[in-house]
């Protein structure tokens, strides 16, 4: 619900908040790789799902790039997991 949407986006706030001091090294999101290994999925399935390109997944896997509230949303949706989880 709603106090769960406030939870996600303060985490996210905070990584967002550590990228910024640390040189703006972002945080990976390693659960997507647990994600895509737990349900048997390529990064490519996982891309075209959600609509956007192979090459973003692996950033957000790797830290090299963070996704936005509403596709970490859809990652999750897909891998049928907590938002949490994925951080």
Known sequence: GKEH??????K???RRAIMEK??????????ITFGLK????????LANKIGI?????KAYEEGTKEPTYS??????????????MLA
């Open 71 to 84: 596709v970490a949303c859809e990652i999750a949706g897909v891998l049928k997991c907590d938002l949490e």
């Open 22 to 31: 640390k040189e703006r090294k972002i945080i990976p999101f390693t659960g």
């Open 53 to 57: 390109p192979e090459e973003e997944i």
């Open 38 to 45: 737990f349900r048997n999925m390529t990064r490519k399935e």
């Open 12 to 14: 996210l706030s905070k």
């Open 5 to 10: 949407k406030r939870r996600v986006k303060r």
